[in-house]
């Protein structure tokens, strides 16, 4: 049952719940009750609302510290003030302990380092234990510092981050400067295992301001860069401008095992490329420079490449390796597929844009990718294109969890807020959860134009999500809501297995 009223209030609250226990419907499992309201919601359950100090917020990252659990934002542009210190911040990163998920605690905000500086998007978490080389006393933070810096942290004490290093500064790229401007960085990947950092970044002259920029962290106080990569007509030699389909750059690095999957073009003109890793880290040992970014040492690491219509992208490719496909256990050599879920970002606002969707592409095959199913979450009823800004999805959880890995995506929803979709069997992945945040007073207005008049909405935009090992649901707001945590109940608990 969807209901799409984003508030409800007094007698309304009362007959939603009366229809849903005439219907045979229980509470638990069709509407998630908070203090005050009671929330869209199926099979999910409000555990804890956070403001976050009415911070735009892009990437949540929860991280074991023994026994407690310590959730890391990064936020988007903007200020707000810090009640911690009771100064006006540029907005950075919030740290929280959500060892009690009911009672979330921010521990601190660290704000960006440098005058005008503002934003720290993207945060990645390491103990020094996992390191090769790190210490092993130490738990270490990396993150973007605005579009200009990557920074190294020492977060051992969650309340007390230190300050230890700057990895590395963007370049500046030779494009002609936009409304993005000329230097970015974006989603980043630390593997804690080889300490390898997999960047999003401006690497200098390169004629896009977003590619993959590679460093050895191993030793995470001397970091040492390894190459930048790109697609073709990124390099800075490459002749002519560059098309227009590959202007929006990387968007996301996902490493695994011996391969790289990166996803260009986060919404539309989207592109695939799978790596070998190895290959990528050690370059052609054939050539005069294996790093330097000729069309050869380019192409010498990809093993498949595959490119979206011009209405679809690739936000996040995450891999769903060794997938039982339970329908085809009669046939021994095929009954476990490889599998990519691929994500295309939602643009526009009020459905003015072609509608983005998220993909199963299988890579059992992996020179040959082929999509082979695709799901969403449909407007109606819940009248999610009237809304105002976004509809459709963002991205996905980036942690893996054995019981969410063949079973369960959980994915952000812009105004739809949090919808969890049924993967085990991949041909036909069916929606069974979600949550839908309520506006709050922090909740900016979105304005948007339709048929030549401005509308403008104070709508939820849930902007990411992620899970822990407990299997809590974490999801973050752009809009400036803040953190909603968020528990599975009914069928979906079921389905992944939890106590």
Same mark, same amino acid.
């Given at each position: 049952?969807?209901?799409?009223?984003?508030?409800?209030?007094?007698?309304?609250?009362?007959?939603? $719940?009366?229809?849903?226990?005439?219907?045979?419907?229980?509470?638990?499992?069709?509407?998630?009750?908070?203090?005050? $309201?009671?929330?869209?919601?199926? *099979?999910?359950?409000?555990?804890?609302?956070?403001?976050?100090?009415?911070?735009?917020?892009?990437?949540?990252?929860?991280?074991?510290?023994?026994?407690?659990?310590?959730?890391?934002?990064?936020?988007?542009?903007?200020?707000?003030?810090?009640?911690?210190?009771?100064?006006?911040?540029?907005?950075?990163?919030?740290?929280?302990?959500?060892?009690?998920?009911?009672?979330?605690?921010?521990?601190?905000?660290?704000? /960006?380092?440098?005058?005008?500086?503002?934003?720290?998007?993207?945060?990645?978490?390491?103990?020094?234990?996992?390191?090769?080389?790190?210490?092993?006393?130490?738990?270490?933070?990396?993150?973007?510092?605005?579009?200009?810096?990557?920074?190294?942290?020492?977060?051992?004490?969650?309340?007390?981050?230190?300050?230890?290093?700057?990895?590395?500064?963007?370049?500046?790229?030779?494009?002609?400067?936009?409304?993005?401007?000329?230097?970015?960085?974006?989603?980043?990947?630390?593997?804690?295992?080889?300490?390898?950092?997999?960047?999003?970044?401006?690497?200098?002259?390169?004629?896009?301001?977003?590619?993959?920029?590679?460093?050895?962290?191993?030793?995470?106080?001397?970091?040492?860069?390894?190459?930048?990569?790109?697609?073709?007509?990124?390099?800075?030699?490459?002749?002519?401008?560059?098309?227009?389909?590959?202007?929006?750059?990387?968007?996301?690095?996902?490493?695994?095992?011996?391969? +790289?999957?990166?996803?260009?073009?986060?919404?539309?003109?989207?592109?695939?490329?799978?790596?070998?890793?190895?290959?990528?880290?050690?370059?052609?040992?054939?050539?005069?420079?294996?790093?330097?970014?000729?069309?050869?040492?380019?192409?010498?690491?990809?093993?498949?490449?595959?490119?979206?219509?011009?209405?679809?992208?690739?936000?996040?490719?995450?891999?769903?390796?060794?997938?039982?496909?339970?329908?085809?256990?009669?046939?021994?050599?095929?009954?476990?597929?490889?599998?990519?879920?691929?994500?295309?970002?939602?643009?526009?606002?009020?459905?003015?844009?072609?509608?983005?969707?998220?993909?199963?592409?299988?890579?059992?095959?992996?020179?040959?990718?082929? /999509?082979?199913?695709?799901?969403?979450?449909?407007?109606?009823?819940?009248?999610?294109?009237?809304?105002?800004?976004?509809?459709?999805?963002?991205?996905?959880?980036?942690?893996?969890?054995?019981?969410?890995?063949?079973?369960?995506?959980?994915?952000?929803?812009? *105004?739809?807020?949090?919808? $969890?979709?049924?993967?085990?069997?991949?041909?036909?992945?069916?929606?069974?959860?979600?949550?839908?945040?309520?506006?709050?007073?922090?909740?900016?207005?979105?304005?948007?134009?339709?048929?030549? $008049?401005?509308?403008?909405?104070?709508?939820?935009?849930?902007?990411?999500?992620?899970?822990?090992?407990?299997?809590?649901?974490?999801?973050?707001?752009?809009?400036?809501?803040?953190?909603? +945590?968020?528990?599975?109940?009914?069928?979906?608990?079921?389905?992944?297995?939890?106590?």
């Amino acid at each position: 049952m969807v209901v799409s009223n984003l508030l409800f209030k007094g007698g309304l609250c009362a007959c939603a $719940a009366m229809l849903l226990v005439c219907c045979g419907a229980s509470l638990e499992e069709e509407v998630a009750s908070a203090p005050e $309201a009671v929330q869209e919601a199926s *099979n999910m359950r409000l555990v804890s609302h956070h403001d976050l100090q009415g911070r735009s917020a892009y990437q949540p990252v929860v991280h074991t510290y023994g026994g407690r659990r310590i959730l890391f934002v990064g936020h988007h542009i903007g200020q707000s003030m810090n009640s911690l210190t009771g100064n006006v911040e540029q907005n950075g990163t919030s740290i929280l302990d959500v060892t009690d998920p009911s009672a979330p605690q921010l521990l601190r905000h660290v704000p /960006p380092n440098g005058e005008g500086i503002s934003a720290a998007q993207h945060v990645q978490i390491c103990d020094g234990a996992a390191l090769p080389n790190g210490d092993p006393a130490k738990i270490y933070m990396v993150r973007t510092n605005g579009l200009v810096s990557y920074e190294l942290y020492d977060v051992t004490d969650p309340a007390m981050p230190e300050f230890l290093l700057i990895i590395d500064e963007t370049g500046t790229s030779s494009r002609p400067e936009s409304s993005r401007g000329n230097r970015e960085t974006h989603k980043i990947q630390w593997e804690c295992e080889s300490g390898i950092g997999y960047f999003n970044g401006t690497p200098e002259g390169w004629q896009v301001t977003r590619a993959l920029q590679a460093y050895d962290l191993s030793t995470p106080e001397e970091p040492r860069h390894i190459r930048d990569f790109g697609l073709l007509g990124y390099q800075p030699d490459s002749e002519g401008p560059v098309p227009e389909y590959l202007v929006s750059g990387l968007h996301q690095p996902f490493a695994l095992g011996n391969r +790289i999957y990166l996803g260009y073009g986060s919404g539309n003109d989207g592109t695939l490329q799978i790596l070998d890793r190895d290959m990528f880290l050690n370059g052609d040992p054939e050539a005069a420079d294996p790093f330097a970014p000729t069309v050869e040492n380019l192409l010498y690491p990809e093993i498949a490449r595959l490119d979206m219509p011009s209405y679809w992208g690739v936000h996040t490719a995450k891999p769903l390796l060794d997938f039982p496909v339970s329908d085809y256990q009669d046939d021994e050599a095929h009954s476990s597929r490889d599998f990519l879920m691929v994500v295309s970002e939602a643009q526009g606002a009020r459905c003015d844009s072609a509608r983005d969707i998220t993909f199963m592409v299988d890579i059992t095959e992996e020179d040959k990718p082929f /999509p082979v199913s695709s799901f969403q979450t449909p407007a109606e009823p819940g009248g999610f294109c009237q809304r105002g800004s976004r509809f459709g999805p963002h991205s996905m959880q980036d942690e893996f969890h054995p019981g969410f890995d063949h079973t369960l995506a959980i994915m952000s929803y812009f *105004n739809a807020g949090i919808r $969890a979709f049924d993967i085990r069997d991949p041909f036909d992945p069916v929606e069974v959860a979600h949550f839908v945040p309520e506006a709050t007073p922090n909740t900016i207005e979105t304005c948007s134009e339709v048929d030549g $008049a401005e509308q403008c909405a104070h709508v939820i935009q849930t902007n990411n999500v992620n899970i822990d090992d407990r299997g809590y649901i974490y999801a973050v707001d752009r809009s400036n809501t803040g953190l909603h +945590i968020v528990e599975l109940t009914g069928t979906a608990r079921t389905i992944v297995g939890l106590n």
